[in-house]
C-alpha cells in the first residue's frame, strides 16, 4: 500500500530562517507533487516533480526528488510570512497510467513568525 | 482562462439527503478527479474520470458515485448522508491523461456540512 509520510506536521518558524520539509513515499512512483493551502482555500499548485533528481525552484521555495530514496524536499529560503500555509505533497498511484489518483502526506503546517 | 469550476461552493444538508456536487474542468482538460479533505482523514481520492469513464476509484462505500459528461464536466453525488460526510470535496482537472507531463489544478471546493 502506498503511504506518504510528512515530517514535521507543524512547523513554526522565523522570519528570515532556512528550514526543510521532508515527504517520504513507500513504493515506487514517478510524479511527485507539492502543494499550498491557505485557510478555508482550495489548493495551489506549486512544483511536480517527475524524475529523479529533479529540481524546482520558484522564489523562496525549492522542491528535489530522489526516486532512489523515495524522498522528496520543500526547502524554504529566508522565510516571509506570506509563506504561512500548510503544505502537503502527494504522489501519484499511476494506477493503469492514470493520473489524477494521488495520495498525500497528512500536511505541514508552517507559521512564520517576525 | 477559467479555472476548475465547482458549485455550490457551500451547502447543508440533513442526514439521509441525498447531495450532488459539479466540477467543470478547465477548458481542453480531460481528466477529472475528485477528492474528500476533512480534518481527521486528510486529503483522500474518491474517483478519476476520463472521457467518460471512471479509471480509478478510491476507498469509499458505494454511497458516493460520480459521473463525466461528454464536454468532461463531471458530477458527483452522495447518497443517505452522514454526519462524517461532512467535508470539503475538492475536484481538480488535468490536460493529458498519459505519464509525460503532470500537472492537476484544483478547483475551490464545495463545503458541505451535514446536520
Known amino acids: 500500500e502506498l503511504k506518504v509520510e510528512q515530517n514535521p506536521l507543524f512547523l513554526s518558524m522565523q522570519e528570515g530562517k532556512n528550514y526543510t520539509i521532508y515527504c517520504n513515499y513507500s513504493?515506487?512512483?514517478?510524479?511527485l507533487y507539492w502543494y499550498r493551502q491557505d485557510p478555508g482555500k482550495s489548493l495551489e499548485s506549486l512544483f511536480v516533480l517527475l524524475s529523479n533528481g529533479a529540481v524546482k525552484q520558484e522564489g523562496r521555495l525549492m522542491a528535489s526528488l530522489d526516486t532512489k530514496a523515495r524522498l522528496s524536499t520543500l526547502h524554504i529560503t529566508a522565510a516571509v510570512h506570506d509563506l504561512s500555509a500548510t503544505y502537503f505533497c502527494a504522489v501519484d498511484r499511476g494506477y493503469g497510467g492514470s493520473q489524477g489518483n494521488l495520495i498525500f502526506g497528512k500536511g505541514t503546517k508552517l507559521s512564520v513568525k517576525p | 482562462k477559467a479555472g476548475v469550476t465547482q458549485t455550490p461552493r457551500y451547502l447543508i444538508k440533513t442526514r439521509g439527503q441525498q447531495v450532488t456536487l459539479s466540477c467543470s474542468p478547465i477548458?481542453?482538460?480531460?481528466?477529472v478527479s475528485w477528492y474528500q479533505q476533512t480534518p481527521g482523514q486528510g486529503l483522500q481520492f474518491l474517483f478519476e474520470y476520463f472521457s467518460e469513464t471512471q479509471r480509478n476509484k478510491g476507498n469509499f462505500p458505494g454511497r458516493f458515485s460520480g459521473r463525466q459528461f461528454s464536454n468532461s464536466r463531471s458530477e458527483m453525488n452522495v447518497s443517505t448522508l452522514e454526519l462524517g460526510d461532512s467535508a470539503l470535496y475538492l475536484c481538480a482537472s488535468s490536460l493529458i491523461w498519459d505519464r509525460v507531463s503532470g500537472e492537476l489544478f484544483f478547483g475551490e471546493g464545495s463545503r458541505l456540512t451535514v446536520l
Open positions: 513504493t515506487t512512483s514517478d510524479r
Open positions: 477548458s481542453g482538460h480531460r481528466s
